[in-house]
């Protein structure tokens, strides 16, 4: 996950720790130079509303790493009567004993894909604004920069949709398509000098529109302006 602005790293963190307890997966949260080093007055953040999630553990034998629809396993407390607490970094059996049989690694794999690929992260994945033709997509502090560069083209009369990206891996494919429906071009808008949103999604989708890069390397950092003539290029007949 990438927080769109200082303030938005009180949301994206929470929202991290929301995913990593529900999922039980790692999740990683990468903030940038810009907004570690910025200072800015903000209204009070907005929060992540969240709840430890219950993963009930049924009667009988536990199975740690049961293989369920969701992906999601049953996970006792630590301490809970009856049952151990089992968080092991080996490949591992539905009961979590450790195991080097085939069937065991890609059952458990499946699972993990599963129950990222499957579930259903919401309207956070995303900051969406606009209808244009063009899409602005972009991650972390630059979405600042892309968003005053789609006010400078509305006020050229030009209209333009912005997609700031906040959860970048597993990528919502069907969320990002539906984001995306009406539009006929996209520019990749980043702070980096290999293009690494742009080859990162081009790896991923399937896209048809057609796709653009605008990669700037700082210490600099991204001006608008640039940004809006970028676009008004990448229209151009």
């Known amino acids: 996950m990438a927080p769109l602005d200082i303030a938005d790293c009180v949301f994206t963190t929470g929202w991290a720790v929301h995913l990593a307890q529900h999922l039980q997966t790692a999740a990683i949260v990468l903030s940038d130079q810009f907004i570690g080093q910025s200072t800015a007055v903000v209204s009070q953040p907005r929060c992540c509303e ?5 993963q009930p553990v049924a009667d009988g034998d536990y199975l740690r790493y049961q293989l ?5 396993s049953p996970l006792a407390a ?7 607490f089992t968080a092991d970094g080996l490949e591992h059996n539905e009961k979590g004993t450790p195991s080097a049989r085939d069937s065991d690694h890609q059952q458990q ?5 599963r129950k990222l690929t499957d579930f259903d ?6 900051r969406v604004s606009g209808s244009g033709p ?3 997509v972009s991650f972390g502090s630059s979405h600042a920069a892309v968003a005053e560069a789609a006010a400078v083209l509305a006020e050229r009369g030009i209209d333009t949709r912005v997609i700031s990206l906040r959860l970048l891996s597993p990528l919502p494919l069907d969320s990002l398509q539906s984001a995306l429906e009406g539009a006929s071009g996209l520019l990749v808008i980043e702070q980096n000098d290999s293009q690494q949103l742009y080859r990162y999604l081009r790896a991923q989708v399937d896209f048809n529109q057609a796709v653009h890069s605008y990669a700037v390397a700082g210490p600099v950092p991204l001006n608008p302006h640039n940004i809006a003539d970028a676009a008004l290029e990448v229209m151009a007949p």
């Open 109 to 113: 794999l499946s699972k993990r894909q």
């Open 121 to 126: 992260f919401g309207a956070d994945w995303a």
């Open 50 to 54: 969240w709840q430890l999630p219950q």
């Open 134 to 136: 063009l899409a602005l």
């Open 78 to 84: 630590p301490g809970e009567a009856g049952h151990r």
């Open 68 to 72: 369920t629809e969701s992906g999601v």
